[in-house]
């Protein structure tokens, strides 16, 4: 079956380093993608898409690249703020709704 | 605030009782979506609506879910005879059209059945 999953629950890093999230997803025919943030007690926010015509998408401190040949998506994040500290999913737009991972903690220290 | 709204945003009810929560989609967004969380989870797909109709239930919306959208605007959801296992978030999302397009979530409805 369809599946959309992450490769690491948890990741520490310091401030003003930059962050790499990660996800595997394993239908092929998928061909739009966006990862979310989710703050405790909030709604998934949304951070950037991607479209699988495309490889890299840059927004405002992120980056997403998306390899169709091993279906695995990156979040980058550039020079990390207190204020990213949340959880990351990525999901999948397969049949039109969105299917989502476990997602990655993000914490930021000092 | 134009973002998409749902009420209450905590409910704790016993073991038995009937519980319904509303969402206010964006506007002139046409589409619905109704999604499940628990902790440590990803959201789970319960349902969706394009404008009235509603196109696709999940297997794990049981006989005792129902979700409406009558005039293709607000959805309520109603949960009847909740159990433990009802204890969750339940997130609202809207997108502007039919497919393939970014989703949009409220802040959810965290649901406690005691």
């Not at chain 1, 996800?23 to 993608?33: E, I, K, L, P, R």
Request: glycine share 8%.
């Amino acid at each position: 079956g369809e599946s959309v999953g992450l490769h690491l629950p948890t990741l520490s890093v310091q401030e003003g380093d930059n962050s790499i999230i990660n996800c595997a997803y394993s239908n092929s025919a998928s061909d739009y993608f966006i990862w979310y943030k989710q703050e405790s007690g909030k709604g998934p926010q949304f951070i950037i898409d991607i479209r699988s015509n495309m490889d890299k998408r840059q927004g405002q401190r992120v980056t997403v690249l998306l390899n169709k040949t091993v279906k695995h998506l990156s979040l980058q994040i550039a020079a990390t703020q207190p204020g990213d500290s949340a959880v990351y999913f990525c999901a999948e737009f397969n049949t039109d709704k969105l299917i989502f991972g476990t997602g990655t903690r993000l914490q930021v220290f000092p | 605030d134009t973002g998409v709204s749902q009420d209450p945003r905590h409910k704790i009810t016993k073991r038995g009782q009937n519980v319904t929560f509303r969402c206010d989609p964006i506007s002139e967004h046409n589409r619905l979506y109704w999604y499940r969380q628990t902790l440590g989870q990803g959201p789970e797909f319960l349902t969706y609506f394009q404008n009235e109709a509603q196109l696709e239930k999940s297997r794990l919306l049981s006989d005792r879910f129902s979700a409406e959208r009558p005039k293709g605007s607000f959805s309520t959801l109603e949960i009847q005879r909740t159990e433990q296992g009802d204890s969750a978030m339940y997130l609202c999302a809207s997108s502007y059209r039919a497919t393939n397009e970014k989703l949009f979530f409220g802040s959810g409805t965290q649901l406690s059945v005691l």
